[in-house]
């Protein structure tokens, strides 16, 4: 079966500060996607990054940054510097060849981040 | 970039009524269209794949009689939550996938969704 796991609920960081999100996930697939979103509270889905799982290299951008490392299957998001601006929900995502083709996201249960000023 | 939208974003009804949500792409074509759900401070949870001109494919433990999706046109799709009551109070979000011929991953692009409060 497919999971994702979030294990962070809530993260609460003063700005500036940086901040990692954490994400495992669970596939029996050889070839599959993992996502970032980010969900503010206006409630619309902001794509951050898609991730095939044949590309193991570690993305930047911006203050953002992906360690994405399938020994460990684990595809964390770090903040750098955070901003209040970046006080969403985060919801990382997989992917995969499974229910008969790359249609279905399967979501984690999202880590609510908060930047204090 | 692709847009999907989505009408209403909000809506209130009375409880036994039903009410309609459109999803349209606005600047593709999309065969396949996804409606999700999302209870206050959880995650999303697909409800049914919509494809265009067939039947659509709902997830287990959703009630496809209560929620009837349409996918009549290739940038519309439309979910009719029928006798709604106030469990289905709900953000309901589509999105829409890019349509192409290739065996791997397809773009999906996700409307702003809509909020529902049944009385």
């Known amino acids: 079966a497919q999971k994702v796991t979030q294990a962070q609920t809530e993260i609460s960081v003063v700005e500036k500060e940086d901040v990692t999100l954490d994400c495992v996930y669970e596939t029996r697939d050889t070839t599959y996607y993992l996502f970032w979103y980010k969900q503010p509270p206006s409630g619309e889905l902001v794509f951050l990054i898609r991730r095939n799982s044949f590309d193991e290299q570690n993305e930047i951008s911006g203050r953002y940054s992906w360690n994405f490392q399938k020994s460990t299957s684990s595809f964390n998001f770090t903040i750098t510097a955070s901003q209040v601006v970046d006080s969403a929900v985060y919801f990382c995502?997989?992917?995969?060849?499974?229910?008969?083709?790359?249609?279905?996201?399967?979501f984690g249960a999202g880590t609510r981040l908060a930047v204090h000023p | 970039g692709a847009v999907v939208s989505q009408h209403p974003s909000r809506v209130i009804c009375k409880s036994g009524t039903s009410v309609k949500i459109e999803c349209r792409s606005l600047?593709?074509?999309?065969?396949?269209m996804f409606w999700y759900r999302q209870f206050p401070k959880q995650s999303l949870m697909l409800m049914a794949t919509?494809?265009?001109?067939?039947?659509?494919?709902?997830e287990q433990g959703v009630e496809k009689d209560k929620f009837l999706i349409n996918h009549a046109s290739l940038t519309l799709s439309t979910l009719t939550v029928t006798s709604a009551h106030p469990e289905d109070s709900s953000f309901y979000i589509c999105s829409a996938r890019v349509t192409s011929g290739g065996a791997g991953y397809n773009e999906q692009f996700f409307g702003p969704g809509t909020r529902l409060t049944v009385l």
């Open positions: 600047d593709f074509q999309a065969t396949t």
């Open positions: 919509s494809n265009e001109g067939s039947k659509a494919t709902y």
């Open positions: 995502a997989l992917s995969g060849p499974f229910s008969g083709g790359y249609n279905k996201l399967i």
